[in-house]
Each structure stands twice: as C-alpha cells, then as structure tokens.
C-alpha cells in the first residue's frame, strides 16, 4: 500500500473513529440491555417438586407466555389507566403554560426576561426526586404551611393525597418541573423568527395577539410537536412521582402506573422475566405512540404546505 493510499485510508476511516467510542457506549449501556431484556421476556423458571436442591429450579424457554400474562394483567392495565387520566391533565396544561410564557417573554414590552426565564427554567434543574419529595411534604396536613394559613382562615383543607386529588398532586409536581424545559425549547424558535415577519406585519396593522396567534404559534408548529411527543414519552414512564409520594398516603400503590408494577414484579416478587415482557410492552406501545403522533403531525404539515 502507497504512501498516497494509506492516506485516503486514514481520511475514510476518520469519520468511523470518531464515530466509535458512541458507538460502543450505545451498543454496551442501551443496546445490549435491551436485547437481554427482550431475551429474558422469552423464559422463565421452572420449578420441580418442592423447589429445593440444585436442579430444581431452572430457566427454561416460556415463548409468549409472559406476553399473554401481562396484556390480560389486571394492575397493568389499570396501572395504564390510571397513567393515561394523569396524561390528560400533565400534557395540556404543562404544554399550554409553556406556550403562555415564551410568547410572554418572546414580547417587546417584557421585563427582566432573563431572569424571568430563569426562574421559570429553574424547576426542572431540580431532581425529579427531589421535587417530589418537596411537593409531597408540602401536601401534608401536619407539616405544610399551605395548611396553617387555610385553617387560620377558617378555608377548607382538601387532602391533595386521597382519592380524586391526588391525579391533581402529582400532575401538579410533573407540571411545575417540566413547563420551564418545553418553555426554552418553544422559547428558541421564537427567537430564530426573522425580525422582518414582524415588521411586516405590523405594517399591515395587526395587533400583538393577532400576531401572536396568526404568525408565532403556526410558525412554532414544529417546536410544540417535539415538546408533545417528548412529553408523551415522559408520562407514559411516569415512576418519580408515585413512588417518592408512596411512602406519604395509602392512596398509592405500589403498582400504580405500569413501570411501577414492573419494579414491583421485578425486585419485589422476583419474577424478572415478567417485568422483562411488560417491560417490553411498554417500550412498545411508546414506541407505536410516538412514532404514529408523528406520522399524523408530518401528513398534517405536507397537506398545509401543498395548499
């Protein structure tokens, strides 16, 4: 091989070594463990006699009986209904009030924006833990000043943490952590408008809420698709919140949403080929979500443009 070879060589293969060390850490930490999960959702343990000695235990192959199991599951699917209520609540109004506050800031009269943008962004800089474990004692009757001043004001004391309310305690937690991340991301396509829409437009009279609604939100389309499907992801894996929150009220169980039953059928039961197929379904149905929610925002936006 030519000194003149070698060299083309190495200039072809420079993009591939730099592409390598991504690579394997995508094929080591997220590859690799999903296959092994696909892998174990296809077994089982097989017991014999009494399950004591050596052999009486062992894995064997299972096909889809984990599968079938888990879609006719009772606490998974309600754990699913359950998570598609809070769904309904956290997208709306998380998505709305991001919306709300990067026109706000996106305005000519604003003022201290940055530290308004700050301020809005900080929750989500907390851990979702954390959070949780700040709102959770925040619910609490004994310990929460929101209770004191109601019951110094002879109000009603609703218990944010049973029943109906408690849907309303936990979108609450995910609104207030996440509104400040889709914000920004809504926030920077306004920002990347040209200048020269606006003058236009003023130019031909509009007002700034009809500039608003006419010209900012149709051209910020694509941003509020991005933050809508990354929030579906979010709330389908809902598993901080409920559990942070489990320890504070009886109202939530420990297979509350469907990751829950998964961690509960895993590390507490022990049968971690089942979590590993209801694992596997999750994966999938928010996979068929998002990819089906952007096939329709994608169709919409080719029948707009070919008017």
Known sequence: ??????????????????????????????????????????????????????GARKEVWAGLENYTDALTDSELLTGAL?????????????????????????????????????????????PGVVAALLWGFLYLPDVS????????????QPDLLDGGPLY????????????????????TSLRAIPAEVYEAAKLDGATPLQIALRIKIPMVAPSLVLTFFFSIIATLQVFNEPTTLKPLTNSVSTTWSPLMKVYQDAFGKGDIHAAAAQ????????????????????RRNKQEAAR
């Open 1 to 54: 091989m030519t000194s003149t070879s070698r060299k083309a060589y190495g200039v072809k293969g420079a993009p591939y070594a730099f592409l390598l060390p991504a690579t394997s850490l995508f094929l080591l930490f997220f590859a690799l463990p999903i296959g092994y999960a696909i892998w174990l959702s296809f077994r089982k343990v097989q017991v014999s006699g009494l399950g004591l000695g050596s």
């Open 82 to 126: 359950r998570v598609l209520g809070y769904g309904c609540i956290v997208v709306p109004v998380m998505l709305g009030l991001a919306l709300l506050f990067a026109l706000m800031l996106d305005s000519e009269k604003v003022r201290l924006a940055p530290f308004t943008r700050l301020a809005i962004f900080l929750p989500y800089a907390i």
């Open 145 to 156: 000043p929101f209770y004191y001043v109601l019951e110094k004001l002879g109000m009603p």
């Open 168 to 187: 309303l305690a936990l979108s609450n937690i995910a609104v207030w952590g996440g509104t400040g991340f889709n914000m920004i991301v809504i926030y």
């Open 279 to 298: 694992a596997t379904i999750i994966a999938l149905a928010t996979l068929l979500l998002s990819f089906g929610f952007l096939r329709a925002a994608n």
